[in-house]
């Protein structure tokens, strides 16, 4: 038995994912979607929330968190069970469904599967030579600020999640420092201001050259960008916000067929493996088009089709959403 | 429709831009860096931490800059000189490492008096 049991398995909960949670749901099928971030959104949540997106048919103008939320809300009637902070990484065949496995060890037995992994998982982008320091003292991201608690900690980074977090250490920490390569921090104008009048120190323009301690952090080693001088500063806790960068090869690994990372797909939006279907940025073919109205589309396709492959009996068609009422 | 590096990163070579890459498509030459147009996602997170305003993206490309798109595009699917094969499109910096080689007009181009 699978940890997991649904009609619709969603891998991938960027906005191509969400709608085709909601096109599942609105078909009657029982959805999971799951992904690597612990939130919802994909590359909108990932790399542009704050930002407007003006070419959505039906919404003039829409903040990124803001369509994202709207495709939870949309969904939710239908209850799709969110598995999230959980990477899909094999797929086997079993006949009458599918098995899908995580890194953590959890199974998801479906009838169809929907990937929507847009441009692949997104990982924390290394701190170089950290990787034995990592858990001991170096975290990448900081969902909580009581471990810090007393401790001398330096943030590297010069984004809004470096500046952000900087900012909720300070007064839990004993100190914090915070180092860029930069002197200018890309982060919102606002956490900026915040960062000048706080009692962070600031360290730019330096990058990164050596963790240093024996068995867990004691200090990090910068060098400074222009005049190439280093200097160690010591510390108890190490968090690198140096963003992210996507992987495609878990999804790979599963044989499905691709083409420069994308996975190739028909008309009906199938793939190669038996019950597995392709929505949003990942897919390839004549013609394609990367854009968020695109994606919908392309789930709305995937996951009625998937419905025929599920319930033979059942039609492509879904029928209008002007007839039923909602869930 | 991708972003382009423009010989302003000649002997420069700063790297900012590989740290702000979501997908790892900047790719690091001898004397410059240059952007693997099929695998830029068109966010524009490198083009505003460029301290020599070298990138660009390719729709807005300056006339006399034009020819660094094409400049890109060699550097992955030509042989470039000193090397077997052409490098076509690897999926990540990280994993490639720097390439050690550079495009025929990047080496003929004179040393970027701004690189010091
Ligand atoms: C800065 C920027 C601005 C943009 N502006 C616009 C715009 O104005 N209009 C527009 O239409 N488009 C815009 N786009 C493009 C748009 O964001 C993408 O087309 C859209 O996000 C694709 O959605 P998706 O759901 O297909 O994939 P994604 O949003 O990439 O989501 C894929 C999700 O799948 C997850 N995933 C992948 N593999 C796995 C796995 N093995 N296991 C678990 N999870 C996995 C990832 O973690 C990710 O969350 C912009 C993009 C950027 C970066």
Sequence with gaps: ?327 | MTYVITSSCVDIKDMSCIEECPVDCIYEGDRKLYIQPKECIDCGACEPVCPVDAIYPDRTLPTEKVVDKEDNRVFFYDVLPGKDEALGSPGGSMKTGPIEADTPRTLELPPNPDAD
């Design chain 1, 1 to 327: 038995m699978a940890d997991v049991g649904v009609d619709v398995l969603v891998v991938g909960a960027g906005p191509s994912g969400l709608n085709a949670a909601y096109y599942a749901g609105f078909r009657g099928l029982s959805v999971a979607v799951l992904d690597a971030l612990p939130e919802a959104g994909g590359q909108i949540t990932a790399l542009y929330p704050e930002k407007m997106i003006f070419d959505i048919a039906g919404f003039p103008a829409v903040r990124g968190k803001d369509l994202v939320e709207n495709l939870v809300n949309q969904a939710a009637p239908f209850e799709p069970k969110y598995l999230l902070g959980e990477q899909a990484i094999g797929y086997s065949d079993r006949g009458d469904d599918v098995l899908v496995t995580c890194t953590s060890g959890l199974t998801v037995e479906a009838k169809a599967v929907i990937v929507t992994g847009g441009i692949g998982t997104f990982n924390p982008r290394p701190l170089p030579g950290g990787e034995v320091f990592e858990g001991n003292g170096l975290e990448y991201i900081v969902p909580t600020y009581v471990p810090y608690a007393g401790k001398d900690v330096v943030v590297v980074g010069g984004g809004d999640s470096a500046v952000d977090w900087a900012l909720g250490l300070e007064g839990v920490a004993a100190s914090v420092t915070l180092v860029h390569r930069r002197d200018e921090f890309r982060a919102h104008a606002h956490s900026v201001k915040l960062l000048k009048d706080s009692s962070i120190t600031v360290i730019t323009p330096v990058s990164p050259v050596s963790v240093n301690g024996d068995g867990t952090v004691a200090s990090l080693t910068v060098r400074d960008v222009k005049t190439k001088e280093s200097r160690e500063i010591p510390c108890h806790a190490l968090v690198a916000a140096l963003g992210f960068t996507a992987d495609i090869s878990p999804l790979e690994a599963w044989g499905l067929a691709t083409q420069d990372r994308h996975i190739l797909v028909d008309t009906t939006m199938a793939t190669n493996l038996p019950r597995v279907f392709a929505a949003g940025d990942i897919t390839e073919y004549p013609g394609k088009v990367r854009l968020i109205s695109v994606g919908f589309g392309e789930a709305a396709t995937a996951v009625n089709n998937a419905a025929t492959v599920i319930d033979p009996e059942a039609t492509v068609f879904p029928g209008h959403s002007t007839e039923g009422a909602q869930a």
